[in-house]
């Protein structure tokens, strides 16, 4: 064999060798630089890992700030990704604490597995959440969970239990899966998102983002989401819908810790009320309206969210 031949095999042999390993880490780390300028500060760097939850599924996800600092971890909505928490990534309020973020199972980088029971069973997004505070080396992380990240963090506490979370904010979370507590607009996306037609499923993809805003992002902002809600899989809808864990009422007032309702006033998809009731049995919650959002107020008015957010961080970090 040639020479230069038997070298490059040797070496792609050994490229393949470190891929599989990687794969296989439980925590594998790449770090990156976000763009700030020159002469970025340290607490800037973006940390990438991967963890294995309980069922095999891989999930991406970044970390960002000194490890020591108050921890915040942040799960996204249906047919989003990690990238949605960038403005709080950048945010100077929370520059002072340690930012974990990820892309939920069938959403963004991470696996997508094609069996309705993957979403459709509430413990295996509980495993996910667990999977990234262990993976993620986080010591007791208060957890921001939007629209389904709402559910998602209700299903955490309803496996894991409240005794490694600081606190929880809900925005605009979907708790209990009630017609009641939905928009007419909602459940008419439960059936044109999960169509198995792809014009249908197409248009509804891009209408189901817009009516996740009162205050439209840029037209470039909007294209990138597009390209993320699109790489979500039909079987996380479609499993979803079908989950026998409809109603996390209960673990919210049973859970022991400060919870922070945030809720956009003109949210399109989920009524005022799905909070209003978390406030209503939980005796440590403060309900907090944005008067100017829709279904999106991190993203909405991000200044007014930072400083909330950091307020109740340090609050449920130090109570």
Not at 149 to 162: D, E, M, Q, T
Not at 231 to 242: D, L, P, Q, S, Y
């Amino acid at each position: 064999m040639n020479p230069s031949r038997r070298t490059f095999l040797a070496g792609t042999v050994g490229l393949a060798a470190l891929a599989t390993k990687i794969s296989t880490t439980p925590l594998a780390r790449a770090q990156t630089v976000v763009a700030t300028g020159s002469g970025a500060a340290a607490t800037n760097a973006r940390e990438q890992f991967f963890v294995r939850s309980e069922d095999g599924t891989t999930l991406s996800g970044e970390a960002q700030g000194d490890p020591q600092a108050p921890e915040i971890l942040f799960i996204h909505g249906l047919r989003q990704s990690r990238l949605s928490w960038e403005k709080q990534f950048s945010d100077a309020e929370l520059a002072g604490f340690r930012l974990v973020s990820f892309d939920l199972r069938g959403h963004g980088d991470s696996d997508k597995p094609v069996s309705f029971d993957a979403y459709s069973d509430a413990d295996r997004w509980a495993d996910d959440v667990a999977a990234v505070i262990d993976g993620a080396r986080l010591r007791r992380p208060v957890l921001v969970g939007w629209s389904l990240g709402g559910f998602v963090a209700g299903a955490y506490l309803r496996k894991y239990g409240g005794s490694k979370i600081a606190g929880v904010n809900l925005v605009d979370a979907v708790t209990k899966l009630s017609p009641d507590l939905l928009t007419e607009e909602a459940a008419t996306f439960t059936d044109t998102t999960t169509s198995h037609d792809l014009a249908t499923r197409t248009a509804a993809t891009a209408d189901f983002l817009a009516a996740c805003f009162h205050r439209p992002p840029s037209e470039a902002e909007m294209r990138r989401m597009l390209v993320v809600n699109g790489m979500t899989a039909r079987a996380v809808n479609e499993g979803f819908i079908k989950t026998e864990t409809a109603d996390l009422e209960p673990v919210f007032k049973a859970y022991g810790g400060p919870i922070l309702l945030t809720h956009g006033i003109h949210d399109r998809l989920v009524r005022v009320e799905m909070s209003e009731r978390i406030k209503s049995i939980h005796a440590n919650s403060e309900l907090s309206l944005f008067p100017d959002s829709g279904h999106s107020p991190f993203y909405e008015e991000p200044v007014r969210y930072g400083q909330e957010l950091a307020r109740f961080v340090a609050s449920a970090n130090h109570g």
